[in-house]
């Protein structure tokens, strides 16, 4: 079955700087790759989603990059801002498979 | 949480004594999903149902059974509670399958002692 795999588990970034949180999946079936923000104490959300019919999707500060050759995909964080602090968490999954399969999460801390 | 319901949101429980974890639902979504967070391993599937009366088991199911009777109830059962199912649980529901968003609860932080 499928398997992603996150990295870093842990990042910590000026306020202002650029974070980058990396993914990769096994199964080359893989279509749609959504992210999720987590804040504490709260549900994860959903936050942006790409599929692989396209290779980059951007929504204001944030954007996902697919590379379907190396199976890979990654979230880019603009210009970050307190409220990014969260844990993030990446998911994969196939047409048909009924059911996402998470990465590990990435704690994210943006010093102010 | 966009019309989903878990409750309890806190429990304490001892070894050996089942618990139930209910997730209710007003989107009338098709799909439901019981997930467990733990340090070090993110999400991980305990079972999902597609349809009522319909279920399937997720990657660490031993331990747990669910059942769902209506469409907006999804129920998860820890038959005898032991001190590794100490987590946080989530419930999620989709519209159209995993291939598609989930909209997740808020969890319910469970703990056995």
């Known amino acids: 079955g499928e398997n992603v795999e996150q990295h870093p588990s842990t990042l910590s970034v000026q306020e202002g700087d650029s974070a980058v949180i990396k993914c990769t999946y096994s199964?080359?079936?893989?279509?749609?790759f959504p992210w999720y923000k987590q804040e504490l104490g709260k549900g994860p959300q959903l936050i942006i989603d790409?599929?692989?019919?396209?290779g980059e999707k951007k929504d204001q500060r944030i954007a996902v990059t697919l590379n379907k050759t190396a199976k890979h995909f990654s979230l880019h964080i603009t210009e970050t801002q307190p409220e990014d602090s969260a844990v993030y968490f990446c998911a994969a999954s196939t047409m048909g498979a009924q059911k996402l399969v998470f990465g590990q999460g990435t704690r994210l801390t943006i010093n102010p | 949480d966009a019309g989903i319901t878990q409750s309890p949101r806190h429990k304490v429980t001892e070894t050996g004594t089942p618990v139930t974890l209910r997730c209710h639902q007003t989107e009338n979504h098709r799909y439901m999903y019981w997930y467990r967070q733990d340090p070090g391993h993110g999400l991980r599937l305990i079972h999902y149902?597609?349809?009522?009366?319909?279920?399937d088991k997720g990657e660490v199911s031993d331990g747990y059974s669910v059942s769902r009777s209506k469409t907006e109830d999804f129920l998860l059962t820890l038959e005898s509670a032991t001190s590794s199912q100490t987590s946080v649980y989530f419930c999620?529901?989709?519209?159209?399958?995993?291939?598609?968003?989930?909209?997740f609860g808020s969890g319910t932080r469970l703990t056995v002692v």
């Open positions: 199964d080359s079936a893989s279509n749609y």
């Open positions: 790409i599929r692989s019919n396209v």
């Open positions: 999620a529901i989709s519209d159209r399958d995993g291939n598609y968003g989930y909209t």
């Open positions: 149902s597609y349809g009522v009366k319909d279920t």
